[in-house]
């Protein structure tokens, strides 16, 4: 997971960022990456600096910081993410299904009807299990928007995943510093909702091959 691999490095800069603007801007950052992460798309790009090992960084800062609440900041990065899906759907459907509603070709009409009858059947358990996933984070909320995933289900979805992914892996990185057996537990996690996708995965492919 990339929270174990890059969260030493940025550990460093989060605590300039502390350091240097106070512990206000300092949650105003790590929340506005969260958002941008999803919301902007920026984590296809920057998919670590937006996203696992940020707030797994910023949760072992929270640790040995006294300025900074890890309810707050945990709370917070939840919220973030979960509007930044938000905005990466509506994203999605106003402005993508369009754009691709002009332009012609099977293959493409295909692909949409594959897509709709995948996020009709299995969407919320695809959004859910995305936001564990750096770059289909970014992609899923967009692609349901395309495919119409049903509002409220994505709004559901959307609540399960953010909310669990922001508050706990931030929980993970702050308590992993006094209980090393939390990081541990991160891996279990992340392996756990990695396995999910892939039968969610084979699901959705079998039941296409068979209709």
Known sequence: ?????????????????????????????????????????????????????????????????????????????????FLGDQVGFVLGRHYGRPYLDKREGPRLRSAIVKSEKFYAELGWWAVVVARFMPWARVLVPAIAGIARMNYYKFLGANFVGAITWGVGLTLAGYYAVTIPAVKTGSYAIATFFIVGSIVAGIRSWWNNRKS
Not at 30 to 44: C, S
Not at 59 to 72: F, H, T
């Open 1 to 81: 997971m990339d929270s174990v691999i890059l969260a030493a490095a940025l550990t460093g800069q989060v605590t300039d960022w502390l350091n240097n603007f106070g512990p206000i801007i300092f949650y105003l950052i790590v929340w506005g990456l969260v958002f941008a992460g999803t919301g902007l798309f920026i984590g296809a790009f920057i998919p670590f600096i937006t996203g696992d090992s940020l707030i797994f960084a910023a949760g072992v800062l929270a640790a040995s910081s006294g300025s900074i609440n890890i309810i707050v900041l945990s709370v917070g990065v939840g919220l973030a993410a």
